[in-house]
């Protein structure tokens, strides 16, 4: 081959690796981001009702039905807790008269371990996670595929060297 067309052969492979490179982190971002949308969201006001009779469940040791153990929220989202029951309860740092609600801001990302009144086990995990915005989404992808575009142009020029030596792919 003449050095111009040499050139415009590696450079053709070299953009033919970057474009596979980001397609394939682009899909396997895009399958993580649809498997995990569950937490994917804006924040919002996410609401916990208390049902009538659950102090009565909760001394006998069965739990609620309607109250889950663990909770997944997003950052910035608001629990609002609703005690329907005729028993103050309490969550965390939380007291929630009977009639009457109370909220509690989630403005950091972490586990949390709140003790709880209307549980048997009297604890109530919450987790909460930062929310997968769009350029959360691009960055992943733009790390992701970078890395893999310079493996498969190494690899492509690799190959390369060794079909113009005449040796098997």
Not at 136 to 143: D, H
């Amino acid at each position: 081959m003449a050095p111009l067309t040499r050139r415009a052969f590696v450079l053709k492979r070299i953009l033919i690796s970057v474009l596979l490179g980001v397609f394939l982190a682009a899909l396997t971002s895009e399958v993580a981001y649809r498997w995990l949308r569950r937490e994917n969201r804006e924040p919002q006001r996410v609401q916990l009702i208390i049902p009538p009779g659950t102090a009565q469940k909760v001394a006998q040791g069965a739990a609620p039905p309607d109250i889950p153990s663990d909770m997944t929220f997003v950052l910035g989202d608001t629990l609002v807790v609703v005690n329907q029951d005729d028993v103050d309860h309490r969550l965390g740092p939380l007291w929630i008269p009977a009639g009457t609600s109370a909220s509690l801001n989630l403005g950091r990302e972490q586990d949390y371990v709140l003790e709880c009144s209307f549980r048997p086990d009297n604890y109530l995990g919450l987790k909460v996670f930062q929310p997968v915005t769009l350029s959360t989404r691009l960055s992943g992808i733009l790390f992701a595929g970078f890395p893999l575009s310079a493996l498969f142009a190494v690899y492509s020029i690799l190959i390369g060297k060794d079909e113009k030596r005449g040796l098997p792919a």
